[in-house]
């Protein structure tokens, strides 16, 4: 037969235990959420770093997100231990909401209507 009796009760002494897997950052723990202070600085630091005349596009990866944590980190009034990857990972994550909201905003105005103000269309 192809098709098991699923209607049979699983037996009383199986027992299913899941092995414990070891966390693959075992001493680290995941940091509290962003707050509005820190993404303005995020997005501050991305600004300054990105149109930068001095370096412009004239630099790796690397290089970029190293002076985007060091600007962070230097103009930060708050605390905050935020490192390279969570700094990187919370722009992008910032720059795709954006995107979202502009795309959104650009299928408003494509619609011409007249008599509406800015502010009409973004509520």
């Not at 980190?73 to 992008?92: G, N």
């Amino acid at each position: 037969m192809f098709f098991d009796d699923f209607s049979r009760q699983p037996d009383d002494n199986s027992s299913h235990a899941v092995a414990n897997t070891p966390s693959l950052r075992p001493n680290q723990k995941r940091s509290k959420n962003f707050n509005d202070k820190e993404d303005s600085l995020i997005v501050s630091a991305w600004l300054n770093i990105s149109t930068d005349p001095v370096y412009g596009t004239n630099q790796t990866r690397g290089t970029f997100w190293k002076r985007v944590y060091d600007f962070y980190h230097k103009h930060k009034d708050f605390t905050s231990e935020r490192s390279h990857s969570s700094i990187s990972h919370r722009w992008a994550y910032i720059q795709e909401n954006v995107n979202k909201f502009c795309g959104c905003l650009s299928r408003i105005d494509d619609r011409k209507q007249s008599g509406v103000t800015f502010q009409d269309k973004l509520v």
